[in-house]
C-alpha cells in the first residue's frame, strides 16, 4: 500500500469513524504531502448567529482541528496516535450563510515528539479567509494507552490538591 | 425570572448550535456554569472514547459567550476575534463543565478566559481564552 492510500484511509476513518466529524457531514477532499484539504456542509443546525444564519465559530473550530489532525498523519509515514496539544484561532470575518465551509490544513515541521500545523477555513477563496489556525500536537499520545482507556478513571485523580473550591 | 436568567436561557434556546451540542447553563447569582451532557455524537476519538477537541474548544467558546450575555445586554451577539485553546487531559465520556471569567468588558473588546473540568474542579481538561468585539445596549 503505498503512503497516499494509507492517508486517505487514515482520513476515511477519522470521518466516518468519529461520531462528531459524521454528525457534522466532514469530508476530505484532498489530502497527501502533509496537506489536508476538509469540508463542512452548511445546515440550519450548525447556525450561531439566528439573525444573521452565520455558522457557529464552533464549528469551524472543530473543521479546522479535524483538518490540522489530517495534515500531521499526511506528514507521518507510519500511524501514530495524535493529540491537539493548543489550537490558536483569528476569526477574520464571517461565513457568508448558505454556503459550505472548507479548511485546508498544511503541516509544516514534525519532531519526535511534536506536529505543528498551520490552517485556513474559507467559504469562496482560501485567499479570503473566515478563519485560520495555528496549532500542535503531540505525538504517539495514546501510547501505552489500551482501547477503552477513558472509560476508566484518570491516572492523575489522587492528584487532586487538596478541597475543591 | 431575574434578567441576567432570562438573557442566558433566550440566548441558548436561540442558538441552533448550542441545541445541537446539547449545552446548557446554570446560573447562581452571578456565577454561570455551562454544562455539556455526554452524548455518542460529541465523540472525536472513538477509540479511547474521548470528546472532539473541536466541540471542547466550542463548548468554552459558547461558554464565553453566554456570560457576556449574562454579564450586560447587547446590541448584538458579540463576535469572536480569536480564542486560544490548551487541551490539557483527554475529555472523558462524563459531563463537562465549564466557567468563563470577563477579565475586562470594554465599550468594543471583551476579554474572557474560561475553564472546563469534568469530575474534578481543579484538574482541569481544557482552557481558552478568548478576545469578543461586544456591543453593549446603552443603558
Given at each position: 500500500m503505498s503512503d497516499n492510500e494509507q492517508t486517505r484511509m487514515i482520513a476515511t476513518a477519522m470521518n466516518e469513524g468519529s461520531p462528531q466529524a459524521r454528525a457534522l457531514g466532514f469530508s476530505t477532499l484532498e489530502i497527501g504531502e502533509a496537506t489536508a484539504i476538509l469540508k463542512v456542509p452548511y445546515r440550519p443546525?450548525?447556525?450561531?448567529?439566528p439573525e444573521t444564519g452565520v455558522i457557529a465559530g464552533g464549528v469551524v473550530t472543530t473543521l479546522l482541528d479535524h483538518a490540522s489532525g489530517q495534515a500531521v498523519h499526511a506528514a507521518l509515514t507510519t500511524w501514530v496516535s495524535i493529540a491537539t496539544l493548543d489550537l490558536r484561532i483569528d476569526y477574520m470575518r464571517a461565513a457568508e450563510p448558505g454556503l459550505d465551509v472548507f479548511a485546508r490544513a498544511h503541516c509544516y515541521k514534525l519532531t519526535r515528539s511534536v506536529a505543528f500545523v498551520r490552517a485556513v477555513a474559507y467559504d469562496r477563496d482560501p485567499n479570503d479567509p473566515v478563519a485560520a489556525a495555528q496549532a500542535t500536537f503531540m505525538l504517539d499520545?495514546?501510547?501505552g494507552k489500551k482501547p477503552g482507556a477513558n472509560l476508566k478513571p484518570p491516572r492523575d485523580a489522587g492528584a487532586k490538591t487538596g478541597g475543591v473550591d | 425570572m431575574a434578567d441576567e436568567d432570562t438573557r442566558l436561557v433566550s440566548m441558548l434556546e436561540s442558538i441552533p448550535y448550542a441545541r445541537f451540542l446539547g449545552i446548557k447553563a446554570e446560573l447562581a447569582g452571578d456565577e454561570m456554569t455551562a454544562v455539556l451532557p455526554f452524548a455518542q455524537?460529541?465523540?472525536?476519538?472513538?477509540?479511547?472514547?474521548a470528546i472532539h477537541g473541536g466541540v471542547l474548544g466550542a463548548f468554552m467558546e459558547m461558554t464565553a459567550l453566554a456570560q457576556l450575555s449574562v454579564a450586560a445586554p447587547m446590541k448584538r451577539q458579540p463576535r469572536t476575534i480569536d480564542v486560544s485553546i490548551e487541551y490539557l487531559r483527554s475529555g472523558r465520556p462524563l459531563t463537562t463543565y465549564a466557567r468563563a471569567t470577563i477579565k475586562k468588558l470594554g465599550r468594543r473588546i471583551a476579554n474572557v478566559h474560561v475553564e472546563a473540568w469534568q469530575e474534578?474542579?481543579?484538574?482541569?481538561?481544557a482552557t481558552l481564552r478568548g478576545l469578543f468585539l461586544v456591543a453593549p445596549s446603552e443603558e
Amino acid at each position: 500500500m503505498s503512503d497516499n492510500e494509507q492517508t486517505r484511509m487514515i482520513a476515511t476513518a477519522m470521518n466516518e469513524g468519529s461520531p462528531q466529524a459524521r454528525a457534522l457531514g466532514f469530508s476530505t477532499l484532498e489530502i497527501g504531502e502533509a496537506t489536508a484539504i476538509l469540508k463542512v456542509p452548511y445546515r440550519p443546525e450548525i447556525v450561531g448567529d439566528p439573525e444573521t444564519g452565520v455558522i457557529a465559530g464552533g464549528v469551524v473550530t472543530t473543521l479546522l482541528d479535524h483538518a490540522s489532525g489530517q495534515a500531521v498523519h499526511a506528514a507521518l509515514t507510519t500511524w501514530v496516535s495524535i493529540a491537539t496539544l493548543d489550537l490558536r484561532i483569528d476569526y477574520m470575518r464571517a461565513a457568508e450563510p448558505g454556503l459550505d465551509v472548507f479548511a485546508r490544513a498544511h503541516c509544516y515541521k514534525l519532531t519526535r515528539s511534536v506536529a505543528f500545523v498551520r490552517a485556513v477555513a474559507y467559504d469562496r477563496d482560501p485567499n479570503d479567509p473566515v478563519a485560520a489556525a495555528q496549532a500542535t500536537f503531540m505525538l504517539d499520545s495514546s501510547a501505552g494507552k489500551k482501547p477503552g482507556a477513558n472509560l476508566k478513571p484518570p491516572r492523575d485523580a489522587g492528584a487532586k490538591t487538596g478541597g475543591v473550591d | 425570572m431575574a434578567d441576567e436568567d432570562t438573557r442566558l436561557v433566550s440566548m441558548l434556546e436561540s442558538i441552533p448550535y448550542a441545541r445541537f451540542l446539547g449545552i446548557k447553563a446554570e446560573l447562581a447569582g452571578d456565577e454561570m456554569t455551562a454544562v455539556l451532557p455526554f452524548a455518542q455524537h460529541i465523540v472525536g476519538n472513538p477509540m479511547l472514547p474521548a470528546i472532539h477537541g473541536g466541540v471542547l474548544g466550542a463548548f468554552m467558546e459558547m461558554t464565553a459567550l453566554a456570560q457576556l450575555s449574562v454579564a450586560a445586554p447587547m446590541k448584538r451577539q458579540p463576535r469572536t476575534i480569536d480564542v486560544s485553546i490548551e487541551y490539557l487531559r483527554s475529555g472523558r465520556p462524563l459531563t463537562t463543565y465549564a466557567r468563563a471569567t470577563i477579565k475586562k468588558l470594554g465599550r468594543r473588546i471583551a476579554n474572557v478566559h474560561v475553564e472546563a473540568w469534568q469530575e474534578t474542579r481543579s484538574a482541569p481538561i481544557a482552557t481558552l481564552r478568548g478576545l469578543f468585539l461586544v456591543a453593549p445596549s446603552e443603558e
